[in-house]
């Protein structure tokens, strides 16, 4: 899978670059490595996807890993930001809150053959399409294509709101491979022990020990789609062997990691590529 050329200028448009002539607008954009998107909320639901490169997305209360293929749906009015470890490209959608059907809630799924293909048919249409028309149909039958699209399996977890915890949270997702131990952890967010992992599992749903192998595997996931090898990914992710890891990831996906890098290749990564 070849990353976006970096002699091009990267694309960098926003939902103000396209004022709402019709329910339903959309780019391809392009983002050299490290780019950020601060803290930003629309008045239009947006819906984009890799489809080269990773990209880190905060929306609400998750903590989400976008690798090729993946697609996220935040609803309008919902804070979000994105950050790329590398250069990057995508496709985005900006839905204003007249068109149907609209997300109730944040939508992570996998992005089929079939919807990337409407999806870049669509971003072919003139600003002032048709919704009459054929062009209508495609939007319509796009936005039903994303609707009806089971949740990805590969979702980051949830998030939680005390600022001492976010604290945590947040040098895990920057550094995976950190090894301190819960008591580590609830000193760095002064707590004791006992309030720590209450408060934790109160927030997020889940226990610290479940919600940093959840982490782990969504990081796994998303190296393991831009062509990391399974050994590579062990180490990045800190895992003591090989072995450890193969054990969590067919335990989390019910695939190992091999299987499901090989399934990749000939699916997601041929499926997105432009045209």
């Known amino acids: 899978m070849s990353f976006p050329d970096p002699t091009e200028p990267p694309i960098d448009q926003s939902?103000?670059?396209h004022p709402p002539v019709r329910p339903v607008i959309?780019?391809?954009?392009?983002?050299?490595?490290?780019?950020?998107?601060?803290?930003?909320?629309?008045d239009r639901a947006q819906?984009?996807?890799?489809?080269?490169?990773?990209?880190a997305v905060r929306a609400g209360d998750a903590a989400i890993v976008l690798p090729p293929g993946?697609?996220?749906?935040?609803p309008a009015g919902m804070r979000h930001e994105v950050s790329c470890r590398g250069p990057a490209?995508?496709?985005?959608?900006?839905?204003?809150?007249?068109?149907s059907p609209q997300p109730d809630d944040l939508r992570v799924i996998d992005i089929s053959p079939f919807l990337h293909a409407l999806v870049e048919e669509f971003l072919t249409f003139d600003?002032?399409?048709?919704?009459a028309g054929r062009e209508g149909d495609i939007v319509r039958l796009m936005l039903g294509e994303i609707t009806r699209a089971p949740p990805s399996t590969d979702a980051g977890p949830r998030l939680p709101t005390d600022p001492r915890l976010q604290r945590v949270c947040t040098a895990l997702r920057k550094d995976p491979a950190d090894p301190r131990d819960i008591d580590?952890?609830?000193?760095?967010a002064s707590m004791s022990r006992?309030?720590?992992t209450r408060n934790f599992r109160l927030e997020t749903g889940m226990s610290f020990v479940a919600w940093r192998q959840q982490l782990r595997m969504t990081q796994a996931a998303a190296l393991l789609a831009t062509g990391q090898s399974a050994t590579q990914v062990a180490q990045v992710l800190g895992f003591s062997s090989l072995s450890a890891f193969a054990t969590l990831f067919q335990k989390s996906f019910g695939i190992s990691p091999g299987r499901y890098a090989e399934q990749l290749e000939p699916g997601r990564r041929s499926a997105l590529r432009r045209p």
């Open 70 to 74: 993946r697609g996220v749906w935040i």
């Open 127 to 131: 600003a002032r399409y048709d919704e």
């Open 184 to 188: 580590a952890w609830a000193v760095e």
């Open 15 to 17: 939902s103000a670059d």
């Open 47 to 55: 819906f984009s996807y890799r489809l080269e490169g990773v990209a």
């Open 26 to 42: 959309g780019f391809y954009g392009r983002q050299p490595t490290g780019y950020y998107d601060p803290p930003h909320v629309h």
């Open 89 to 99: 490209a995508y496709n985005v959608l900006y839905v204003t809150t007249q068109a």
């Open 194 to 196: 006992r309030t720590f």
